[in-house]
């Protein structure tokens, strides 16, 4: 007869149970990342293939019109009620639309008026996927703002200059680009109030009222960039009040849908701060070209390939003592010019200013894949 005392439940040991335990939170902190770590690199391949089909719509495009696209066309200037001549239109994602798959949206656009007319504001919150890297967070559509601001007017929103608009857009929506054109080294305005040698300085693909042709790019279209990531999510971080509206993917705004190399890669994220003491990245910052991908951002250039930079690409130097009236450091041996607006913008006291020079004399690897035509020697190992 055995003995009750002999018979144990078959368990395990308190010190066991905590050695099982242990061993669990090892191969979860082990396994995390790894899994993070996928998601990112399925993310980033889905972003990939997103450029290449707004490089290959843009290649289309100037098979078809024997230009790229433009950033924005100018008009002469604003005539109310309507902007029809608003000298900010539409920006090139909404003119490749027919490129996109996307012609019963192109048809519904009024191109007799521009982007930031009522009769054109329904097309505003469709969202196009191929325009959205899914790594770029914050870059949900969000709903017009119903009323005005109370310093007049609310950051960004066009709609609001219009009187009587409000009621119009209550509940629509606004939706967003991860992604712009390449205007080129420097910061950009409208061709139609610059002086010619401003507008003669302009060395990107696609910028206000530019009609760059293929063969107008002499440096090569495997070295010269077409598109590039603009983190909506990033302006969040740098300029929260006017991010709401940054990157509006119908705007030809160059703050919406164009990128300049001023400023290096991702710039004021992390240790990649770029700026000079005391600097206020606020003005320029959203012209940067940037991405929630880890360690750089990803660039269609011309030849419809797409290429990832790094962080650490190199970009020309900086001076503290060179600075524009707004305080932004700029690069070295850089000479800018302050143009007094045109009507009617005397009336906000702002001025504008753009690089007569077109080139300082150390260029970066950065700044020399953003140019069309600056007889630059690009080896693909140094990027």
């Known amino acids: ?25 090892v191969l979860i902190a082990l396994l995390l990342p790894a899994v993070q770590s996928a998601r990112e690199a399925a993310r980033r391949a889905q972003c990939t293939n997103n450029l290449k089909q707004i490089a290959l719509a843009a290649n289309n495009y100037e098979s078809a019109n024997l230009t790229f696209p433009g950033g924005s066309y100018s008009g002469t200037l604003f005539n109310p009620p309507h902007w029809s001549t608003y ?16 012609g019963a949206m192109y048809n ?32 949900e559509s969000l709903p017009f703002p119903t009323t005005r601001a109370s310093g007049g007017v609310t950051p960004g929103w066009s709609f609001n200059e219009v009187p009587g608009n409000f009621p119009a857009i209550a509940g629509l929506m606004q939706a967003f680009t991860s992604y712009a054109g390449n ?8 061709s139609n109030l610059m002086p010619p040698a401003v507008v003669q300085a302009y060395n990107g693909v696609i910028y206000n009222d530019s009609a760059v042709k293929i063969a107008m790019i002499t440096d090569g279209t495997s070295n010269t960039f077409l598109f590039g990531e603009h983190s909506k999510g990033h302006l969040f971080l740098v300029d929260p009040a ?21 400023y290096p890669v991702n710039l004021g994220v992390g240790n990649n701060q770029g700026f000079a003491a005391g600097t206020d990245p606020g003005y320029y910052y959203p012209t940067v070209a940037g991405s929630f991908h880890p360690g750089g951002a990803n660039f269609a250039f011309c030849d419809g390939s797409v290429r990832f930079l790094k962080n650490s690409v190199s970009s020309w130097s900086f001076n503290a003592g060179n ?4 305080g932004d450091a700029l690069p070295d041996n850089t000479t800018y010019v302050t143009v007094p607006p045109a009507a009617p913008y005397i009336k906000s006291g702002a001025y504008l200013q753009h690089s007569l020079n077109g080139a300082p004399a150390q260029l970066g690897v950065y700044q020399q894949l953003s140019t069309r035509a600056g007889g630059e020697v690009v080896s693909s190992d140094s990027y």
């Open 1 to 25: 007869m055995v003995s009750h005392l002999s018979r144990r439940r078959p368990g395990f040991t308190l010190i066991e149970l905590l050695v099982v335990i242990a061993i669990i939170a």
């Open 87 to 102: 000298p900010e239109n539409f920006s090139c994602f909404a003119r490749m639309l027919g490129y996109f798959d996307q």
């Open 108 to 139: 519904a656009i009024n191109w007799n008026l521009t982007s930031a007319d009522i009769a054109n504001v329904t097309i505003c919150g469709v969202r196009v996927g191929s325009l959205v890297c899914p790594s770029d967070t914050q870059n």
């Open 183 to 190: 205007a080129g080294t420097f910061t950009f305005g409208f």
């Open 242 to 262: 006017y991010a709401i509206s940054d990157n509006s993917w119908q705007s030809g705004r160059w703050y919406d849908t164009l990128f300049a190399t001023l």
């Open 323 to 326: 600075a524009d009236r707004y």
